[in-house]
DNA sequence: TCTGGGGTCCTAGGACCC
DNA sequence: TCTGGGGTCCTAGGACCC
C-alpha cells in the first residue's frame, strides 16, 4: 500500500436537498418555493423540511405537535411520509450517479460517496457540477457535492456546501482554515454524547479535534473516534464499501395510531409485522435462525406507567417461511405481554440472517424443511402484483383500528398503474 | 390528544474452557 | 476450605448514522 498514493485520494458525496420534500415537490410544483415539511410514519416528527421550513424556525426531528402553531401561522405544506416513492426516486438517482463511476458507496436512501480520485484537482470542480446538473435534468432532485481526501472530510465539504448554496465544494486547500470554523457536533461520527465528551474538554471546533493526541483519542474515546482523527487529517481510514451487502438483520416496527391495550390487537400488529419482515428477506433471498419480539408503552406519557420488555427465540432451523415465524412470535409476544398497560409500539426484529441457500447442518432439517416454501411463493407473488397485503392471514386483523396515521398522504405511487394521472383529450 | 423507523458497529462483561 | 491465569466466544446495550 502506498501511503502517499492514498492521501491524495478524492473523495465526492452527492447528497440529495432536502430529499423527502423535494420528492414530493416533483408531483406537485405548486408547493415549489413555499415552506414544506414531511413528517415521519404516524405523522410523528418531521423528518424533512424545504429551505422555507427551516428559516421559519422548524427543527429537524421535532415532534409534529409542537410545531403545528407554527405552521398553522406560515401556511406551511404538511405531507405523511411516502417511502415507497422516496425509495423509486433514490434508484432513479442512483442510476445516473453510478453513470459517472463504478467505484460508488449508496450510503443511504439520499446519499453516495463516489472515488474521483482519476479525475484531475483543477477539473474536479467542474466535474462536480456536471454530476449536479444531471441529476437534476434527468431526475429533478437537487442535489449537493462536496469533495475532499477522505469521506469524512467531504462530509464536511458537503455540509457548507449545502449550508452556503455553492453546489459543488471542493476541500483542499486552507482545510484548516474551514475546520476551524466547524462546530464539532457536525462532524460525521460525532454524535451526542460524543460532543458531551470532546467539549467538556475545550474542543469545540473540528480543528481542535484534529489537533488532539493520539493517546487522549483512543484513551478517552474508541477506535471510531480515533478513525473520525485520522480522517480530519487528511488519512482516510474510512473505506469506500462498493461491494453491496445483505443486510444482518432485519426489523420491522411502528407506532400505533391509538395507544393498545388488549392482547389480541397486540397479536394482530405482531403478525401484520412478521409477515412483512418474512416477506423482505425472502426478496432478498436469505433466511433466519432467531426472531425478537418487542413492545413498549410510551415513554414520553409521564402520568402512566412505563413498561418495555423483548424476548427473543432461537429457531432450531434457519427459515424464511411466513406461518412458523408469525407462531413463534406468538408465542413470545405471549410471555412478555402484561395486561393494564397502554401500548405505544410493537416490533419484530430478524436476527442470524444468512443466505437461503446455506443448508442447514441440523440433523432435524430435512424433517422440517419447508413444505409450504411454494405456499410462501404463490403469497408473494400475488401481492407484488396486487399490493402488499393481497392475500395476508386473518390474525393479522382485517380492520387493523391500530394503524398509523398518515393524514397528508400526497398518495403519489410511481410503481403503480392506478395513480398515473388520466388525462382527457377533446376533439 | 399528538414524540419515527431501520440499520451497523463497538465494548464490557459473563460464561466457559484448559 | 483453599481457589490462577489466560484465552475465546457470545450477547446486551450503547452510540452512531440517515
Redesign the pocket.
Given at each position: 500500500m502506498s501511503f502517499t498514493n492514498s492521501s491524495k485520494k478524492k473523495i465526492a458525496l452527492i447528497?440529495c436537498n432536502s430529499?423527502y420534500v423535494s420528492c414530493e415537490r416533483l408531483f406537485n410544483p405548486k408547493i415549489k418555493n413555499v415552506p414544506v415539511v414531511v413528517?415521519?410514519?404516524?405523522?410523528?416528527?418531521v423528518?424533512s423540511r424545504s429551505t422555507e421550513a427551516k428559516n421559519i424556525g422548524i427543527k429537524m426531528?421535532?415532534?409534529?405537535?409542537?410545531v403545528?402553531e407554527l405552521v398553522k401561522r406560515n401556511n406551511v405544506q404538511i405531507y405523511s411520509?411516502n417511502y415507497a416513492l422516496y425509495g423509486d426516486l433514490s434508484r432513479r438517482v442512483m442510476k445516473v450517479l453510478k453513470g459517472f463511476s463504478d467505484k460508488i458507496e449508496i450510503?443511504?436512501?439520499?446519499?453516495a460517496f463516489i472515488d474521483l480520485s482519476h479525475i484531475k484537482d483543477e477539473k474536479v470542480e467542474g466535474y462536480g457540477k456536471k454530476i449536479r446538473e444531471r441529476v437534476l435534468k434527468w431526475t429533478g432532485i437537487p442535489t449537493s457535492v462536496g469533495i475532499s481526501h477522505t469521506k469524512t472530510l467531504s462530509?464536511v465539504a458537503n455540509h457548507i456546501a449545502k449550508k452556503n448554496k455553492a453546489g459543488v465544494i471542493f476541500l483542499k486547500d486552507n482545510i484548516d482554515q474551514t475546520l476551524k470554523r466547524f462546530s464539532v457536533s457536525d462532524?460525521?461520527?460525532?454524535?451526542?454524547?460524543?460532543?458531551?465528551?470532546y467539549i467538556k474538554n475545550g474542543i469545540d471546533n473540528a480543528y481542535k479535534l484534529k489537533s488532539i493526541s493520539n493517546s487522549w483519542v483512543k484513551k478517552s474515546?474508541?477506535?471510531?473516534g480515533a478513525k473520525t482523527v485520522m480522517e480530519l487529517r487528511g488519512v482516510p481510514c474510512i473505506n469506500l464499501e462498493t461491494e453491496e451487502?445483505?443486510?444482518?438483520?432485519?426489523?420491522?416496527?411502528?407506532?400505533?395510531g391509538?395507544?393498545v391495550e388488549s392482547l389480541d390487537k397486540l397479536t394482530e400488529s405482531i403478525t401484520t409485522?412478521c409477515l412483512?419482515?418474512a416477506e423482505?428477506i425472502r426478496i432478498d433471498k436469505q433466511t433466519t435462525r432467531?426472531i425478537t419480539v418487542f413492545i413498549r408503552t410510551?415513554p414520553?406519557?409521564k402520568n402512566r406507567k412505563y413498561y418495555s420488555n423483548?424476548i427473543?427465540i432461537?429457531l432450531p432451523v434457519a427459515t424464511d417461511n411466513s406461518l412458523e415465524l408469525v407462531k413463534k412470535s406468538i408465542i413470545g409476544l405471549k410471555k412478555i405481554y402484561k395486561y393494564g398497560y397502554f401500548y405505544?409500539?410493537t416490533?419484530i426484529?430478524l436476527s442470524?440472517l444468512r443466505e437461503a441457500s446455506e443448508k442447514d447442518l441440523n440433523l432435524l432439517a430435512p424433517i422440517l424443511e419447508n413444505k409450504s416454501d411454494t405456499l410462501m411463493k404463490a403469497i408473494d407473488f400475488t401481492n407484488a402484483k396486487y399490493g402488499r397485503n393481497a392475500i395476508s392471514i386473518a390474525q393479522a386483523g382485517i380492520n387493523k383500528d391500530w394503524k398509523?396515521r398518515r393524514e397528508h398522504s400526497s398518495k403519489i405511487d410511481t410503481a403503480s398503474f392506478d395513480s398515473l394521472p388520466i388525462i382527457n383529450v377533446y376533439k
Open positions: 447528497d430529499f413528517l415521519s410514519n404516524n405523522d410523528g416528527c423528518i426531528g421535532e415532534p409534529y405537535f409542537k403545528k411520509s450510503y443511504s436512501i439520499d446519499e462530509k462532524i460525521w461520527g460525532v454524535g451526542r454524547q460524543l460532543s458531551k465528551l474515546t474508541n477506535v471510531l451487502t445483505k443486510r444482518k438483520s432485519c426489523c420491522v416496527s411502528r407506532s400505533f391509538k395507544k409485522h412483512n419482515a423482505k432467531a410510551s414520553f406519557d423483548s427473543t432461537e405505544q409500539k416490533g426484529i442470524k398509523m
